[in-house]
């Protein structure tokens, strides 16, 4: 099983830059994703990390440490439209040969004006 | 990436009552997944859906309350049954691809229960 934690909600203003982290414990580590929900819609696919370090993409960044059990997704230049639940899933290897992901319970992002 | 419909989008039900929920793809897939996320909680797996073969439910859900249909490749049901309010939640539709099999979700579908 997985134990993945990751804050309930967070604010920031228009403009500036926030980071999101999420920690999570388990065996048979096989990457970690990040996926963007806006209220009422499907969550949508933001990044992906099996290595340790960071991946960027545009204003969006992620970064893993293997050995920690830890993430963040770092957003820069924020923008109204990026208001919305960030969530954090770990995806493990479980008995035969298969994969099993688990998602945390959501960041709730609010950026204000 | 994969293009994924459900219907209903909505509904309102009543307690004892059943509903059906569809999902359908724009492509063949082997695993299509079916989700629920209860009023701010995380997604939770109900269980996997492979063409051919019975459905692999996860832990706390059964067959008998969500039974699942996968007749082909790009389509498959999910009934919920005998709602209580409880069961009250979105329910979506996944299957995995892309450059790192993640996951994509369908519109869900939203359940209230009275």
């Known amino acids: 099983g997985q134990n993945i934690d990751q804050p309930t909600e967070m604010t920031a203003t228009e403009g500036a830059i926030v980071q999101i982290n999420c920690t999570y414990q388990t065996s048979g580590f096989n990457g970690l994703f990040w996926y963007q929900q806006h209220a009422g819609e499907a969550p949508t696919f933001l990044s992906y990390n099996v290595l340790d370090g960071l991946e960027e993409k545009g204003r969006f960044s992620s970064f893993l440490s293997r050995s920690k059990g830890y993430s963040y997704l770092l957003l820069k230049e924020l923008q109204m439209k990026d208001s919305a639940s960030y969530l954090c899933?770990?995806?493990?290897?479980?008995?035969?040969?298969?994969?099993?992901?688990?998602f945390g319970k959501g960041t709730k992002l609010s950026v204000i004006p | 990436s994969a293009v994924i419909s459900q219907k209903p989008s909505r509904d309102i039900c009543q307690r004892g009552t059943s509903l059906t929920i569809q999902c359908q793809v724009d492509s063949q897939v082997t695993m299509m997944f079916w989700y629920r996320q209860q009023p701010g909680q995380s997604l939770t797996l109900i269980a996997t859906a492979n063409q051919g073969s019975e459905a692999t439910y996860e832990s706390g859900f059964v067959i008998d309350k969500f039974p699942i249909s996968r007749p082909n490749l790009t389509f498959s049901t999910l009934t919920v049954s005998n709602m209580s309010p409880e069961d009250s939640s979105i329910y979506l539709c996944?299957?995995?691809?892309?450059?790192?099999?993640?996951?994509?979700f369908g519109p869900g579908t939203r359940l209230t229960v009275l």
């Open positions: 996944s299957v995995m691809g892309g450059d790192y099999n993640e996951q994509f």
């Open positions: 899933a770990v995806r493990e290897r479980s008995g035969a040969g298969s994969y099993q992901l688990t």
